[in-house]
């Protein structure tokens, strides 16, 4: 019997995670359609597959250009973004048992946000095009540091008063980031359009930047599947099962930002991805984090996919403003329908 239902719980992941996939994908194809010039989506998917070998499609240089040099950069940018910020998401309402947790109300993405502001307007590119996603780690990995030690109460890290500093240092940097817009100078106008979060200047060196590490962040993240899964039973639960509690939450903490700098380096500050997401995908698919990871991540990137499509529509408005449409009356929604227990 128990057998029966393992065997029924995978078959269900797996169908869940084929319809995923293949939605991302016309995604991609559809998305890339929109814009000032309508590309029709036979046309897209014979270049591509030109472009693979996987087929012969009349050349058309303007088109290729479109295509190859300017939307499927934007796209591919914006999945991984969205699978970023919708894992640390994740990580983090798991971890605090708080749907309303994100990276931005504990103050990891304001940190990524500070470091790489400071590479924009202070700092020499002393790294190059790296130096963005350097100064964006530093400052998400300094603003977790502030959080985790300011959090410590003999030893241990309450999760309720780890999500109250976080509130507090993410005041802080969002005042820093206003001080430094007002001293920004010639500097305000890059500045001020980065905050708001975009993907206008994307390419595929950002791309290729940006895979490694999140790819990467979200395969160690997703290794403490299990544990977040014990911990949501309860810390002494978890501890009597050998999970190190504390060890846990510091290296998912670092993890989370790590993924959120990998996010923000390029794209700015967008917010309410990693908190609505995951919350919709959990009441699709459940509270376990085995499948709602590998799901989170998917609906981000198809998420953040549209929200950029709309934007471009809409003449190139930032993506935050759209992602914020979203995001704030779903964050008051959670404010009034929350009760007691989490899951």
């Known amino acids: 019997m128990r057998e029966a239902t393992h065997l029924r719980k995978f078959i269900q992941w797996k169908m869940i995670m084929v319809y995923l996939v293949a939605i991302l994908c016309l995604t991609v194809v559809l998305a890339t359609a929109i814009g000032p010039v309508y590309i029709s989506p036979h046309e897209i998917i014979a270049l591509i597959g030109s472009k693979l070998q996987l087929c012969e499609a009349p050349s058309s240089s303007v088109n290729d250009i479109i295509i190859f040099d300017i939307r499927l950069p934007r796209i591919f940018l914006g ?8 894992t640390a998401g994740t990580t983090l309402q798991g971890l605090f048992k708080n749907p309303m947790a994100d ?83 010639h500097d305000l106008n890059r500045l001020f359009f980065w905050l708001m979060g975009g993907f206008w200047l994307a390419n595929w060196t950002q791309v290729e930047i940006t895979v490694l590490p999140v790819i990467v962040g979200f395969v160690l993240i997703y290794l403490f599947a299990k544990d977040l899964n014990a911990m949501l039973l309860g810390e002494e639960s978890a501890q009597t099962l050998g999970i190190n509690v504390e060890g846990v939450k510091r290296i ?18 967008i917010g309410f991805v990693g908190l609505i997401i995951p919350h919709i995908t959990r009441m699709l698919v459940g509270p376990d984090h085995r499948i709602l990871f590998p799901a989170s991540a998917l609906v981000g990137g198809i998420f953040l996919v ?18 914020a449409f979203f995001g704030a009356p779903f964050f008051i929604y959670l404010l009034r329908k929350r009760k007691t227990g989490y899951y």
């Open 79 to 86: 999945i991984l973004v969205g699978i970023a910020l919708a």
């Open 103 to 185: 990276p931005y109300v504990i103050g990891i993405s304001s940190g990524a946000a500070v470091g790489a502001a400071l590479s924009i307007t202070v700092l020499p590119q002393f790294l190059a095009i790296y130096t963005t996603p350097f100064m964006a780690f530093l400052g998400a990995m300094f603003a977790t540091f502030l959080v985790y030690n300011l959090s410590k109460v003999g030893g241990r890290i309450p999760i309720d008063t780890l999500l109250l500093t976080g509130i507090a240092i993410n005041l802080f940097f969002s005042a820093f980031l206003s001080f430094m817009m007002y001293r920004a100078g």
């Open 252 to 269: 998912l903490l670092v993890l989370a930002a790590f993924i959120t700098a990998a996010a923000v380096a390029f794209a700015g500050t």
């Open 306 to 323: 549209w929200a950029d499509a709309l934007a471009r529509l809409m003449g190139e408005m930032p993506v935050g403003i759209i992602t």
